[in-house]
């Protein structure tokens, strides 16, 4: 299995624009998660799936912030309309759900909103 | 709010030492997780020690457990140079209605001088 696979890797983007993060998770895991990372605030957690059902998204910062899980295979992460703030590496990570097992992390997006 | 925390923030040592680095969290868990990042790549797991656990041991990372203080830390034997990255523990996110999200500390920076 190729890993956790996010893209793009790299996206800059004018404020107000819509942002798109997508996300593959590996094949067989039926937990998906949305994190943030920055300098100040580490990293957080945005918003997490269980097959394909969001469970918990009290981390998703604002409206403007929404995710999807149409299938087992993929999640978008979008952001609209996009704010210098929301600079950040957004990582993608998937797990199966029993309980003691570790998370596989994506390489992640490097958003940068000018 | 941040579940577990580490320290310290930084670390710098000789390539041969041991490094040692501490999480503190504030919750019952069911399990501890360490991750390693190496600086613009996404979080690798490391280790997971069990809440019935008190010491692990994987290559030259040895993890202890103390849930009375609930704390961890984590050791690196024999420091290399490419060891040097950032170091996260991860825990069960405090949020409820079953959650499963892994919280994260803002990591140490561990820098191994050659």
């Known amino acids: 299995d190729a890993g956790v696979i996010q893209s793009p890797r790299h996206e800059v983007t004018e404020m107000g624009q819509e942002v798109t993060l997508r996300c593959k998770p590996i094949?067989?895991?039926?937990?998906l998660f949305w994190y943030r990372q920055t300098m100040m605030r580490g990293l957080e957690l945005l918003i997490y799936?269980?097959?394909?059902?969001?469970?918990?998204d009290s981390g998703m910062p604002e409206d403007r912030f929404s995710a999807k899980m149409p299938n087992a295979s993929f999640s978008t992460l979008k952001i609209q309309p996009s704010e210098p703030r929301d600079s950040a590496v957004y990582f993608c990570?998937?797990?199966?759900?029993?309980?003691?097992?570790?998370?596989?992390f994506g390489q992640g997006t490097r958003l940068t909103v000018v | 709010s941040q579940q577990g925390e580490e320290d310290p923030q930084a670390l710098s040592i000789q390539e041969g030492e041991n490094a040692t680095m501490n999480c503190s969290y504030k919750?019952?868990?069911?399990?501890l997780q360490w991750y390693r990042q190496n600086s613009g790549r996404g979080l690798v797991h490391l280790i997971l020690?069990?809440?019935?656990?008190r010491e692990k041991h994987s290559g030259r990372l040895r993890v202890t457990l103390d849930t009375s203080k609930k704390s961890s830390s984590l050791l690196i034997t024999a420091s290399r140079a490419a060891d040097t990255a950032s170091y996260f523990c991860?825990?069960?996110?405090?949020?409820?209605?079953?959650?499963?999200?892994?919280?994260f500390g803002k990591g140490t920076h561990l820098i191994i001088q050659p």
């Open positions: 991860a825990t069960r996110s405090p949020r409820g209605g079953g959650a499963d999200g892994l919280t």
């Open positions: 919750t019952s868990i069911n399990n």
């Open positions: 020690i069990r809440s019935n656990e």
């Open positions: 799936f269980n097959n394909n059902v969001p469970i918990d």
């Open positions: 094949s067989g895991h039926n937990s």
């Open positions: 990570a998937s797990r199966t759900t029993t309980v003691a097992t570790e998370a596989f």
